[in-house]
């Protein structure tokens, strides 16, 4: 869109950063005969998803059935719920439907009851399901050792076990990756040994987030990654190390609006940015162009920025790094995308489909 003029605050991607991040990823999984699956609650975008599954990707991970339903209408015929559904009248209706549209569908099941009660309405139906794991996270997941009984209630209720995943999720703290790639792979070996015990000779063990991506792919438990915001990068990520500000992909545009009292005040709060911040995080955001500078307060619209030296002009433009960019895609209906000659606008196509 040539000569577009928009109003702050957005959510802009360099469109060559990202292109590099995805294949940055792809090349390193290649490299290791690891599959990648991607997570689309990340970005929840059809044109982000092509780009992935065009360098590689086997399929999509989602979060939901919403956000399943939305990529297999976009063409992603490869789709694993990553989640322990609990399957009700509704959802397995849905599931149904969407098992007949797709190549491939599986949920994700944690417990005994969950595995018989998603067998009850979804068995021999083709849909496939992976038995979570806890590696240390201490979310959901059950014990790395019961996953094989787990997997033969799946079985007896007529539901094809895949394999195993799980989501080592304590990585995302100072120092913490090594440690919970090692835990990772503890666990997906130990489910492993479990579920072969029941026949189940060659599963997948699928694992991976952004900040243990590395660390992963150099373990070579997993046969499958899940990794989602590394297409993008956020503020955690480059406070954690994991990202330098040079990788960052999406950022938010947002105009200083206030000097008041001496402050450096933007137009984007926590509506646009999302409110999250970890407890090593030193703000609720930082600025791509003053890397020394910290958003100190967040309101609902405003942004208040702590940074020495110079303040930027009054109705100048910001480039903002969210903390968690999951949260602040889900806020936003649309992309713009930096191209040649101008922007083009990118839908947020599956924001807001919890269910």
Not at 69 to 77: D, I, L, M, T
Not at 185 to 208: C, H, M, N, W, Y
């Amino acid at each position: 869109m040539r000569g577009v003029s928009l109003a702050t605050p957005y959510l802009h991607i360099d469109l060559p950063q990202l292109r590099i991040n995805v294949r940055r990823a792809a090349d390193q999984a290649a490299l290791v005969g690891v599959a990648l699956r991607p997570h689309a609650k990340t970005h929840k975008s059809a044109e982000v998803a092509r780009l992935q599954l065009a360098h590689g990707a086997v399929g999509l991970t989602v979060a939901t059935v919403g956000e399943a339903e939305h990529f297999v209408r976009q063409g992603c015929r490869d789709v694993f719920i990553a989640f322990p559904v609990w399957v009700d009248e509704g959802r397995a209706t849905r599931l149904r439907d969407l098992r007949d549209q797709a190549d491939r569908l599986a949920i994700g099941v944690d417990s005994v009851e969950s595995a018989g009660n998603a067998g009850r309405r979804l068995g021999h139906t083709g849909i496939e399901v992976l038995v979570e794991v806890d590696s240390g996270h201490h979310r959901t997941g059950v014990a790395p050792e019961q996953a094989g009984v787990v997997a033969r209630a799946a079985q007896r209720a007529g539901l094809p076990v895949r394999g195993v995943f799980t989501f080592p999720g304590h990585g995302y703290g100072p120092g913490g990756s090594e440690a919970a790639a090692h835990d990772e792979r503890t666990a997906l070996e130990t489910a492993r040994d479990s579920i072969q015990q029941v026949g189940i000779e060659e599963p997948v063990l699928s694992g991976g987030s952004t900040p243990t991506l590395a660390a992963s792919l150099t373990s070579r438990a997993a046969t499958e990654l899940r990794p989602g915001v590394y297409v993008f990068g956020d503020a955690q990520q480059w406070e954690l190390g994991i990202f330098e500000p040079d990788d960052i992909s999406l950022t938010v545009h947002a105009t200083v609006v206030s000097h008041a009292g001496g402050r450096v005040v933007l137009d984007a709060g926590s509506k646009t940015l999302g409110a999250d911040r970890a407890a090593y995080s030193s703000g609720y955001g930082r600025l791509l162009e003053h890397p020394e500078a910290r958003i100190v307060t967040l309101s609902e619209h405003h942004a208040v920025v702590q940074m020495p030296g110079p303040r930027p002009a009054l109705g100048s433009l910001v480039s903002v790094v969210p903390n968690h960019v999951c949260s602040a895609v889900n806020l936003a209906d649309t992309f713009w995308v930096a191209e040649p000659g101008g922007l083009r606008a990118w839908p947020v196509g599956a924001r807001g489909l919890h269910t």
